[in-house]
């Protein structure tokens, strides 16, 4: 009986071997698809990622290794005047392209090897073809798990012309606007408040609390954050390091809350977030606990940071920086000590108007 274990073992290795091979294959054909279908239809890949590969086109294309077996496209317009219909209509042919492309090549495949053969573990073909049938057919159900929609669903909803596909179309412009070299202030006001209308999306929250931060509007930017996280709370993953991110900046610099700021950066721990956004969370964070000389060190370094990823839209996180390499977070919190200790001083005393 172990001869025989022992004997299956290399063949099962190597049927691995080819299954992950295959796999690599029908993925990368699929998404290239997607990329190549949206180019044609009008649109640009802002990302696309396969495996721990990925690449970006954030104002300047660069590839970069990210600690993820995901694959995904993210297509958007070149800039925000393309016409909704033609977006639409867009967005429907560069989704199918995934699943056709996977359902063709498939069948093409293994009509050319003779057909589907289930005991043929070796064969590259058989593999390739097989899991490009499977890839393509599990991604035309219509299946939505959180904000993340199958292609199915992607294609059914715009197709309709329903609520999910008016979340879809808003969505994508809201990206080309968070993409672009504009501000979040002057982000068009008729895409904010279709985000309003959306307040169970995390990143519609987000682009609101981005609005509301570089126009001062402090407050409503907490509310926004705030919402966000409570949104992913109860369940968040790696992929939520951002929100928690910006979620601990904002907590430190504009609350003084050192404890739950520094909680918020466990959440994202080991999460995929840019040099300088997290260089200007642990500033913030640093300041707040009154480390405000090491806080300030790491203000400049994401700077530095800033500078090197040469983003067009890298204005308001410069200027967030730049306060805090001159000390603002902990101005923040000797002011919000000052409050907390007037605030215990009024509860064992009463107020003096009473």
Known sequence: ????????????????????????????????????????????????????????????????????????????????????????????????????????????????????????????????????LIIGALNLLPLRSGEQLADGRRIFSLLMGNRESGQILAATLMLVEALSSRRPRDWDPALLAIMERSPDE????????????????????GRHIDAAVALRSAKWTSADAILFTEAAYYVARHRGDARAARALLGFAEGGDVVDFLRARAEAAVLCAEGRGLEGRQRAVAGLAALERARRQDGDPCREQLEELARGAGALVRAASSTLRTRSAWTNVMGSPDR
């Open 202 to 221: 995390v990143f519609a929250r987000l682009c609101l609390y981005e609005a509301a931060i570089d126009r001062g509007e402090i407050e409503a930017a």
């Open 1 to 132: 009986m172990n001869e025989r274990i022992l004997e299956l073992l290399p063949l099962l290795a190597m049927s691995v071997g080819v299954t992950v091979v295959a796999l690599i294959v029908a993925t990368l054909a699929h998404e290239l698809a997607h990329a190549a279908a949206g180019y044609a239809a009008g649109l640009r890949v802002a990302r696309v990622q396969v495996g721990p590969i990925e690449i970006r086109d954030y104002g300047r294309p660069y590839v970069r290794l990210v600690w993820s077996l995901q694959a995904g496209v993210v297509l958007v317009p070149f800039d925000h005047t393309f016409a909704l219909g033609s977006l639409r209509s867009a967005l429907i042919v560069s989704t199918a392209a995934g699943p056709f492309i996977g359902l063709v090549s498939g069948a093409v495949i293994l009509g050319l090897d003779g057909g589907w053969r289930f005991n043929d573990l070796l064969s590259v073909p058989q593999a390739v073809g097989q899991m490009s």
